[in-house]
């Protein structure tokens, strides 16, 4: 195979198709923000990567599979549209792309940093949970001996789930969920015809919980199955709020799979039929359907889809201010304060580092309780100050993150991947800094 000389957009393209990987996806295995990669499916040959993105894209490429080479050649002899093209060296008008994507550093030194992550030499990467067990009990759960719970036990035991998942007790969790799906069962069966309605929104939230679980993890391909379960769950029970709920965790592994635009339509229609169906008397509906529009407008911004995302947040203050405090119905955590750590992260997902810290330091932390939030917005302030250069506070904002929640930064892999970026591109104390609080968190440099 003949290696590529200087890549453009065109070939960088190429390779994340032949790698069969979304713009999203392979953005995240680069460690580049996904606009920049968006850039180059769109521009072509008009863009060349910058040079830490040649290292990284020349790695990728020399790590690939047999079976990905023989079709980014494929790609490449004929173009990603299909039509044949010439030569491998760049469009005499084409520029280098030199914006801030994320990584931070450029240059050689950057060049070998580069090299050094994508060959695994400093990725964060820790023991994750097991989650063998609960993908069993998802996909074939064995038969309980146990006596069928009856359904206030089993909505108990579902509250149970939910509230150590907001706690970010995860390996608890999971424990709970391997025992609650083959539970699910026998509650069903033993269910009675009045019954039946209220186990299927306890099914619906059971699922819930369990991909949420599976994306914090990084298992988006079964978080999506569960989220499918739960939808399935939810529209048996009849209960417009409870479908509206379900199609958030639907929404939430759409995006996780690089279905952004699809998670849009459907976080857009969903919270249209529960409008309609509800008027969002109750403050639950209302709480519900706050919450899936912010799903929506995350989606949006990770579409660089800027007004609608802003429309959707304006959206969501509106039913915010109209619902008066912050709570937890239906375990949304929504309200005023939750719209700001959206506007948070979609800042930081449309590229406005300096804009995302802006509106985190306006956010009333005292009103953040529940420990997932919290902890995402320390992990958030992480990232970009991370993106914005700033090591040193990006680490600080990391610790604080460990401090709240230490199975947050400990299970995710999107949260090593920050660590990662920071043991990488921090220099002298910082660099051991980091290296010092991964190893006390069990994130392994």
């Known amino acids: 195979m003949a290696a590529v000389t200087t890549w ?7 390779l994340r198709k032949a790698l069969r990987m979304s713009v999203t996806a392979f953005a995240e295995h680069l460690g580049a923000a996904r606009r920049t990669v968006a850039k180059w499916s769109s521009r072509g040959d008009k863009v060349l990567p910058r040079a830490d993105m040649q290292a990284a894209l020349d790695t990728v490429l020399a790590r690939a599979t047999p079976d990905v080479r023989e079709r980014f050649e494929a790609l490449r002899a004929t173009g990603t549209s299909g039509a044949t093209v010439g030569a491998t060296l760049p469009d005499a008008d084409a520029h280098a792309d ?74 608890r969790v999971l424990d709970q969920l391997v025992t609650l799906l083959p539970a699910l069962r026998s509650a069903r069966t033993g269910a009675t015809s009045e019954q039946r ?44 709020v409870a479908v509206a709920a379900s199609a ?20 857009g229609n969903a919270a249209g039929i529960l409008d309609r169906a509800t008027r969002l008397e109750s403050t639950e509906a209302a709480a519900v359907y706050g919450a899936l529009v912010l799903r929506g407008a995350v989606a949006a911004a990770r579409s660089e889809n800027r007004d609608t995302a802003q429309a959707m947040l304006d959206e969501a203050s509106r039913v915010a201010a109209r619902l008066g405090y912050d709570g937890n119905d239906r375990w949304t955590g929504f309200g005023a304060t939750n719209v700001l750590l959206h506007r948070v992260n ?10 995302a810290i802006g509106i985190a330091r306006t956010v009333p932390l005292d009103k953040v309780t529940l420990a997932e939030r919290k902890a995402s917005l320390y992990v958030d ?21 460990h401090e709240v929640a230490p199975e947050e930064i400990r299970c995710r892999p999107a949260v090593q991947r920050i660590a990662g970026d920071l043991a990488l591109l921090g220099k002298g104390s910082i660099r051991t800094a980091v290296v010092d609080f991964a190893q006390g968190a069990g994130i392994r440099l």
């Open 98 to 171: 030199t914006g801030d994507d994320g990584d931070g550093g450029s240059g050689s030194d950057g060049d070998v940093r580069r090299r050094n992550l994508l060959r695994g030499a400093a990725i964060g990467v820790t023991a994750l949970p097991n989650v063998a067990p609960l993908l069993d009990a998802l996909i074939s759960p064995r038969p309980s001996n146990a006596t069928a719970p009856s359904a206030q036990q089993f909505s108990r035991a579902v509250s149970a789930a939910k509230i150590d998942y907001q706690a970010c007790r995860y390996e």
């Open 381 to 401: 302030v992480a990232r970009a100050y991370t993106q914005w250069g700033r090591y040193e506070q990006g680490l600080t904002a990391l610790r604080t993150a």
């Open 8 to 14: 453009t957009g065109r070939e960088a393209n190429a």
């Open 248 to 267: 958030r965790i639907m929404t939430h592994a759409l995006m996780s799979n690089g279905h952004d635009h699809q998670a849009v339509t459907l976080a």
């Open 197 to 240: 309605a209220q186990i299927e929104v306890l099914a619906a939230d059971l699922y819930h919980v369990v991909g949420s679980v599976l994306l914090k993890v990084g298992d988006r391909g079964m978080a999506l199955v569960a989220a499918e379960r739960s939808t399935r769950a939810a529209a048996a029970s009849e209960d417009p």
């Open 346 to 355: 979609i800042a930081l997902t449309l590229g406005d580092a300096g804009t």
